[in-house]
C-alpha cells in the first residue's frame, strides 16, 4: 500500500518525458499525501507506457524507439541516484570512478549505434548530469550521425481527415515531444566523441597486448559508511543510550534519555534509596505517596498534600509578578518503611506553607514568596548533599535568597553552614541548638535556644535538687559518638549537660554511653548504672528524643533504679508526642525536659485559628477535626510540637528580609537585611537578629522548661519556667521552682 512513496513510482509519476507522451495524465497528480490521487497518475501511466510497449512488440519503430529511450532514462536516473553527493550514506565518496560500459563492436544491425544515440538523445533532451561513460568501437564503414530516419507513419484505412485530421497532426506533435524533437538532425552528436583510428595505430607492435586491470581500493568512506559500519553504529548508539537511560535513571529522581533534572539524585543502597537534592521538576516530589497525616486538628491531611500545596502556590504566581524563592531544607523522606520517621520534615514544612500562603493569598503581598524545598535524608544524614544541590540551584536563579531548615545538628552541620556562605547565602535554622555555629559562622541564624541556653535554665532546677540531697551524684548517659548517625548533637550535649550538673552542685560520675545497634542499647548502660556501688541521684540524657521511651522502661524495671526515685534532665525537645505509644510508667522517674517553642508566651495568638482555616481547604473532604476545645488553640496536637510555629517564624524572617520595603533584594542584601529582622508580633513572641544581641550569652531565644511526673502513658505535664523569645528578663532560681 505505500508503493507509491518508492523513488522509482515517484520518477515514474512526475518525470516530464511521459507528461509529454500522455498529456492526459499529468504528473501534479502525485502527492506525497495523496495515495489515491497519486495511484490514479501511476495506473493510467502504467497504461500509457504498457500500450507503447505492445506497439513495439508489433514492429512499430516509433514504439520501439520510445521503449529504448524510457529505459535508457530509468537507467541514467538509477546512476545519477547511486553517485548524488549529499547522501546520508556518503555515496558520492565510494564511488570515485564513473561506471563504464564497453561495446566491442557497436554497428546498426546489433543495436550499439541505437543505444549510443538513445543515451544521447535522452542527454540533450534532460538537463541533468549523469556519470556514465561508455566506450565503443565502431566499424569505419559506420556511419555515426544520428538515429537513422523514422519512416512517416501512413494514415489507416480510416484515418481522420479535415479538422479531425489537424487534431490527429497535433497529437503526433505532442508525442514527438519526447521523440521526434530530439537533436537527430544534427551533422554531429553532442555527447559524443568520435576518435578515429587509423589501420597504423591499430597494428603496432603493441596491438596485441591485453589491457590488465585491478580492482579498484575502496576509500575509506566505504568503510566508514559501509552497512555494517552502520549496523554496528545504530546498535552500539541504541545500546549506548540504553545503558546511559539507565545510569540516568539510578544517579537522577527524574532522569529519562531526555530532559533528566540534575538536581536531585539517588543515594543509598538499593531497597533503601532516597531522593535527595532539591526538587526542581514537577516529576520529583519527595512526599509522593507519603501518606503521614498531621496531627490533632490536621488529621486528614498528608505530607503528600502539603507538598503539592506548596507546588499550587509557586504555580500562582504570574509570570510578571516579583518573587523571591526560599529553599526549605529538612527530613522530608525515610529510608524503612516507617513514615513517622519523616514528621519532623512533614509538620516544618507545614509551617513553611503557612506563611507562602499568608504573604501570596492572604496578605497579597507585592513580592511573592515561592518556595522550593529540599531533601536531606532520614535525620539529615545527607545535608551536605542537600546544600550543594541547594549552592547549584541558587547559582543558575538569582531569586533563591536563602534557606530554611537545616535543624538537626550532625557532624556534617558546620560544612554544610560553611558552604553555603562562601555561596552567599543565609541559613535560618528552625531547631538546631548548637552553640557553635552561630559564634563561627555569620550566615547562621537560629531560632532554637542554644544548648547553653537550655543548660543553663535546666540548672536553675537542677541546683535546688541538689540543695535537698546528701551528697549528690549524677551521670551523663550519651550516645555512643561514631555509631552511624553523624551526631553532633549528642557530643555537645554531653559536654553543656555534664558542666551543668557540676555548676549546679552535683558530683559527676564517669559518663556512660550506650549504642544504636538496630535502636538505643540501653540494657547494659543502664545495668552498669543502676548497679554500681553509688547509684546516681540525678541523669543527664544526652540522647535523642526517639531513644527517652526506652531510657524510661528501663529505668522502671532494671534493679537498683526501679525502686529509687531518680531525677532526669534531658535537653531534646520532648513536646512530640514521646510516651504516646509507651507501655510502661516510670513511676520513679522526675524527668525535665526544654521546650524550644514557648507556644503559651507569644503575643501572636491569632495565628492558630488562621493557620487552623487554611489547612482545612487542604482536607480531601473539606473538613477536619475540630481544634481542642475548652483549651487555648496552641495545646492542640497539630501545633503541640511546636515545630510548625518555628518553621513559620523562621520563614517569615527570611522573607521579611527578602523583601523589606515591598522591594525584591538579592541573596547577598537579604543576608544583611537579616540583622534587622525584629519581628514583634510572633506565636513564641519577638525574632530579632540585631547584631547587637547575636551573642548566646545574651539570651534572646524562647524556651519552657517542662517537668514530667510518671513518664509514660499517663504522663503528667507541668509547666515549670519559661520565657518568650527577644528582649526579656532573664530565668532566675525563682522562676523555676521544681
Same mark, same amino acid.
Given at each position: 500500500?505505500?508503493?507509491? +512513496?518508492?523513488?522509482?513510482?515517484?520518477?515514474?509519476?512526475?518525470?516530464?518525458?511521459?507528461?509529454?507522451?500522455?498529456?492526459?495524465?499529468?504528473?501534479?497528480?502525485?502527492?506525497?499525501?495523496?495515495?489515491?490521487?497519486?495511484?490514479?497518475?501511476?495506473?493510467?501511466?502504467?497504461?500509457?507506457?504498457?500500450?507503447?510497449?505492445?506497439?513495439?512488440?508489433?514492429?512499430?519503430?516509433?514504439?520501439?524507439?520510445?521503449?529504448?529511450? +524510457?529505459?535508457?532514462?530509468?537507467?541514467?536516473?538509477?546512476?545519477?541516484?547511486?553517485?548524488?553527493?549529499?547522501?546520508?550514506?556518503?555515496?558520492?565518496?565510494?564511488?570515485?570512478?564513473?561506471?563504464?560500459?564497453?561495446?566491442?563492436?557497436?554497428?546498426?544491425?546489433?543495436?550499439?549505434?541505437?543505444?549510443?544515440?538513445?543515451?544521447?538523445?535522452?542527454?540533450?533532451?534532460?538537463?541533468?548530469?549523469?556519470?556514465?561513460?561508455?566506450?565503443?568501437?565502431?566499424?569505419?564503414?559506420?556511419?555515426?550521425?544520428?538515429?537513422?530516419?523514422?519512416?512517416?507513419?501512413?494514415?489507416?484505412?480510416?484515418?481522420?481527415?479535415?479538422?479531425?485530421?489537424?487534431?490527429?497532426?497535433?497529437?503526433?506533435?505532442?508525442?514527438?515531444?519526447?521523440?521526434?524533437?530530439?537533436?537527430?538532425?544534427?551533422?554531429?552528436?553532442?555527447?559524443?566523441?568520435?576518435?578515429?583510428?587509423?589501420?597504423?595505430?591499430?597494428?603496432?607492435?603493441?596491438?596485441?597486448?591485453?589491457?590488465?586491470?585491478?580492482?579498484?581500493?575502496?576509500?575509506?568512506?566505504?568503510?566508514?559508511?559501509?552497512?555494517?559500519?552502520?549496523?554496528?553504529?545504530?546498535?552500539?548508539?541504541?545500546?549506548?543510550?540504553?545503558?546511559?537511560?539507565?545510569?540516568?535513571?539510578?544517579?537522577?529522581?527524574?532522569?529519562?534519555?531526555?530532559?533528566?533534572?540534575?538536581?536531585?539524585?539517588?543515594?543509598?543502597?538499593?531497597?533503601?534509596?532516597?531522593?535527595?537534592?532539591?526538587?526542581?521538576?514537577?516529576?520529583?516530589?519527595?512526599?509522593?505517596?507519603?501518606?503521614?497525616?498531621?496531627?490533632?486538628?490536621?488529621?486528614?491531611?498528608?505530607?503528600?498534600?502539603?507538598?503539592?500545596?506548596?507546588?499550587?502556590?509557586?504555580?500562582?504566581?504570574?509570570?510578571?509578578?516579583?518573587?523571591?524563592?526560599?529553599?526549605?531544607?529538612?527530613?522530608?523522606?525515610?529510608?524503612?518503611?516507617?513514615?513517622?520517621?519523616?514528621?519532623?520534615?512533614?509538620?516544618?514544612?507545614?509551617?513553611?506553607?503557612?506563611?507562602?500562603?499568608?504573604?501570596?493569598?492572604?496578605?497579597?503581598?507585592?513580592?511573592?514568596?515561592?518556595?522550593?524545598?529540599?531533601?536531606?535524608?532520614?535525620?539529615?544524614?545527607?545535608? +551536605?548533599?542537600?546544600?550543594?544541590?541547594?549552592?547549584?540551584?541558587?547559582?543558575?536563579?538569582?531569586?533563591?535568597?536563602?534557606?530554611?531548615?537545616?535543624?538537626?545538628?550532625?557532624?556534617?552541620?558546620?560544612?554544610?553552614?560553611?558552604?553555603?556562605?562562601?555561596?552567599?547565602?543565609?541559613?535560618?535554622?528552625?531547631?538546631?541548638?548548637?552553640?557553635?555555629?552561630?559564634?563561627?559562622?555569620?550566615?547562621?541564624?537560629?531560632?532554637?535556644?542554644?544548648?547553653?541556653?537550655?543548660?543553663?535554665?535546666?540548672?536553675?532546677?537542677?541546683?535546688?535538687?541538689?540543695?535537698?540531697?546528701?551528697?549528690?551524684?549524677?551521670?551523663?548517659?550519651?550516645?555512643?559518638?561514631?555509631?552511624?548517625?553523624?551526631?553532633?548533637?549528642?557530643?555537645?550535649?554531653?559536654?553543656?549537660?555534664?558542666?551543668?550538673?557540676?555548676?549546679?552542685?552535683?558530683?559527676?560520675?564517669?559518663?556512660?554511653?550506650?549504642?544504636?545497634?538496630?535502636?538505643?542499647?540501653?540494657?547494659?548502660?543502664?545495668?552498669?548504672?543502676?548497679?554500681?556501688?553509688?547509684?546516681?541521684?540525678?541523669?543527664?540524657?544526652?540522647?535523642?528524643?526517639?531513644?527517652?521511651?526506652?531510657?524510661?522502661?528501663?529505668?522502671?524495671?532494671?534493679?537498683?533504679?526501679?525502686?529509687?526515685?531518680?531525677?532526669?534532665?534531658?535537653?531534646?525537645?520532648?513536646?512530640?508526642?514521646?510516651?504516646?505509644?509507651?507501655?510502661?510508667?516510670?513511676?520513679?522517674?522526675?524527668?525535665?525536659?526544654?521546650?524550644?517553642?514557648?507556644?503559651?508566651?507569644?503575643?501572636?495568638?491569632?495565628?492558630?485559628?488562621?493557620?487552623?482555616?487554611?489547612?482545612?481547604?487542604?482536607?480531601?473532604?473539606?473538613?477536619?477535626?475540630?481544634?481542642?476545645?475548652?483549651?487555648?488553640?496552641?495545646?492542640?496536637?497539630?501545633?503541640?510540637?511546636?515545630?510548625?510555629?518555628?518553621?513559620?517564624?523562621?520563614?517569615?524572617?527570611?522573607?521579611?528580609?527578602?523583601?523589606?520595603?515591598?522591594?525584591?533584594?538579592?541573596?547577598?542584601?537579604?543576608?544583611?537585611?537579616?540583622?534587622?529582622?525584629? +519581628?514583634?508580633?510572633?506565636?513564641?513572641?519577638?525574632?530579632?537578629?540585631?547584631?547587637?544581641?547575636?551573642?548566646?550569652?545574651?539570651?534572646?531565644?524562647?524556651?519552657?522548661?517542662?517537668?514530667?511526673?510518671?513518664?509514660?502513658?499517663?504522663?503528667?505535664?507541668?509547666?515549670?519556667?519559661?520565657?518568650?523569645?527577644?528582649?526579656?528578663?532573664?530565668?532566675?532560681?525563682?522562676?523555676?521552682?521544681?
Amino acid at each position: 500500500p505505500l508503493l507509491w +512513496l518508492r523513488r522509482a513510482s515517484r520518477w515514474f509519476a512526475t518525470t516530464s518525458s511521459l507528461a509529454a507522451s500522455s498529456t492526459g495524465y499529468p504528473s501534479d497528480g502525485w502527492s506525497w499525501f495523496s495515495p489515491s490521487g497519486s495511484w490514479r497518475v501511476i495506473r493510467a501511466r502504467a497504461a500509457a507506457v504498457a500500450e507503447r510497449v505492445a506497439d513495439a512488440g508489433a514492429g512499430d519503430e516509433h514504439a520501439r524507439q520510445f521503449h529504448l529511450e +524510457l529505459r535508457v532514462q530509468a537507467l541514467l536516473e538509477d546512476l545519477r541516484h547511486n553517485y548524488r553527493p549529499r547522501s546520508l550514506d556518503w555515496r558520492r565518496s565510494k564511488r570515485t570512478v564513473p561506471p563504464v560500459v564497453f561495446l566491442p563492436r557497436a554497428t546498426q544491425d546489433n543495436g550499439g549505434i541505437l543505444l549510443i544515440n538513445a543515451i544521447n538523445n535522452v542527454r540533450s533532451r534532460r538537463s541533468e548530469v549523469d556519470p556514465l561513460l561508455l566506450l565503443a568501437s565502431l566499424p569505419a564503414s559506420e556511419i555515426m550521425r544520428h538515429t537513422p530516419p523514422l519512416p512517416p507513419e501512413r494514415p489507416g484505412p480510416g484515418a481522420p481527415t479535415g479538422s479531425s485530421g489537424a487534431r490527429a497532426r497535433y497529437e503526433r506533435w505532442v508525442d514527438d515531444l519526447s521523440l521526434g524533437q530530439s537533436p537527430v538532425a544534427a551533422a554531429t552528436l553532442a555527447w559524443v566523441l568520435l576518435l578515429p583510428l587509423s589501420t597504423e595505430k591499430l597494428t603496432h607492435e603493441h596491438a596485441h597486448a591485453q589491457l590488465v586491470t585491478h580492482r579498484v581500493r575502496r576509500t575509506w568512506a566505504w568503510w566508514v559508511m559501509s552497512r555494517a559500519t552502520i549496523a554496528v553504529a545504530v546498535v552500539g548508539s541504541l545500546l549506548g543510550a540504553f545503558l546511559w537511560a539507565g545510569h540516568w535513571r539510578d544517579t537522577y529522581c527524574h532522569g529519562p534519555l531526555t530532559g533528566r533534572n540534575t538536581d536531585a539524585i539517588w543515594q543509598g543502597p538499593d531497597g533503601d534509596r532516597e531522593c535527595v537534592g532539591v526538587a526542581t521538576a514537577p516529576e520529583v516530589l519527595f512526599a509522593d505517596g507519603n501518606d503521614l497525616e498531621l496531627n490533632g486538628a490536621g488529621k486528614g491531611i498528608t505530607f503528600e498534600r502539603i507538598e503539592q500545596a506548596i507546588r499550587e502556590e509557586n504555580d500562582d504566581i504570574e509570570a510578571g509578578d516579583a518573587y523571591v524563592t526560599v529553599v526549605y531544607a529538612g527530613p522530608l523522606t525515610a529510608t524503612g518503611k516507617d513514615r513517622e520517621a519523616t514528621r519532623k520534615g512533614l509538620e516544618e514544612l507545614t509551617g513553611v506553607y503557612l506563611q507562602q500562603r499568608a504573604v501570596n493569598k492572604t496578605v497579597r503581598r507585592s513580592v511573592k514568596l515561592r518556595v522550593l524545598t529540599a531533601n536531606g535524608g532520614e535525620d539529615m544524614l545527607r545535608q +551536605l548533599t542537600a546544600v550543594r544541590k541547594i549552592i547549584e540551584v541558587a547559582r543558575r536563579d538569582p531569586t533563591v535568597v536563602g534557606v530554611v531548615g537545616l535543624g538537626r545538628n550532625t557532624q556534617e552541620s558546620e560544612k554544610a553552614t560553611k558552604l553555603l556562605r562562601e555561596a552567599g547565602l543565609a541559613v535560618v535554622n528552625t531547631t538546631n541548638s548548637s552553640s557553635d555555629l552561630p559564634r563561627e559562622y555569620p550566615n547562621y541564624f537560629g531560632l532554637a535556644a542554644t544548648d547553653e541556653e537550655q543548660t543553663h535554665a535546666l540548672g536553675l532546677v537542677a541546683r535546688q535538687i541538689a540543695r535537698g540531697l546528701d551528697r549528690p551524684h549524677a551521670i551523663v548517659l550519651s550516645r555512643e559518638d561514631r555509631n552511624g548517625d553523624l551526631d553532633r548533637y549528642t557530643a555537645e550535649q554531653r559536654d553543656a549537660g555534664r558542666k551543668m550538673l557540676a555548676d549546679a552542685g552535683f558530683e559527676p560520675g564517669k559518663d556512660v554511653t550506650y549504642d544504636l545497634a538496630g535502636g538505643a542499647s540501653l540494657n547494659t548502660p543502664l545495668t552498669t548504672i543502676c548497679q554500681a556501688e553509688r547509684v546516681p541521684d540525678a541523669l543527664y540524657f544526652a540522647g535523642r528524643v526517639e531513644d527517652v521511651p526506652t531510657l524510661m522502661r528501663g529505668l522502671s524495671e532494671t534493679t537498683g533504679c526501679s525502686d529509687r526515685r531518680m531525677t532526669v534532665f534531658t535537653g531534646d525537645d520532648l513536646t512530640k508526642g514521646t510516651f504516646d505509644d509507651s507501655t510502661s510508667i516510670a513511676a520513679n522517674v522526675t524527668l525535665y525536659h526544654s521546650s524550644l517553642a514557648p507556644l503559651d508566651r507569644g503575643k501572636n495568638l491569632g495565628f492558630y485559628g488562621d493557620a487552623y482555616r487554611t489547612l482545612r481547604r487542604l482536607h480531601p473532604e473539606g473538613e477536619v477535626t475540630e481544634l481542642v476545645s475548652g483549651r487555648p488553640a496552641y495545646e492542640d496536637d497539630l501545633f503541640a510540637s511546636g515545630q510548625t510555629v518555628i518553621s513559620y517564624s523562621a520563614t517569615a524572617a527570611l522573607y521579611d528580609a527578602a523583601a523589606r520595603g515591598d522591594k525584591r533584594r538579592s541573596a547577598a542584601e537579604t543576608w544583611a537585611t537579616l540583622h534587622t529582622v525584629d +519581628l514583634n508580633n510572633m506565636p513564641t513572641g519577638t525574632i530579632s537578629f540585631s547584631r547587637a544581641r547575636s551573642s548566646v550569652s545574651d539570651n534572646v531565644h524562647g524556651l519552657n522548661i517542662v517537668k514530667v511526673v510518671r513518664p509514660g502513658p499517663s504522663a503528667e505535664r507541668t509547666l515549670v519556667c519559661g520565657k518568650p523569645a527577644g528582649i526579656a528578663p532573664p530565668l532566675t532560681a525563682k522562676d523555676c521552682k521544681p
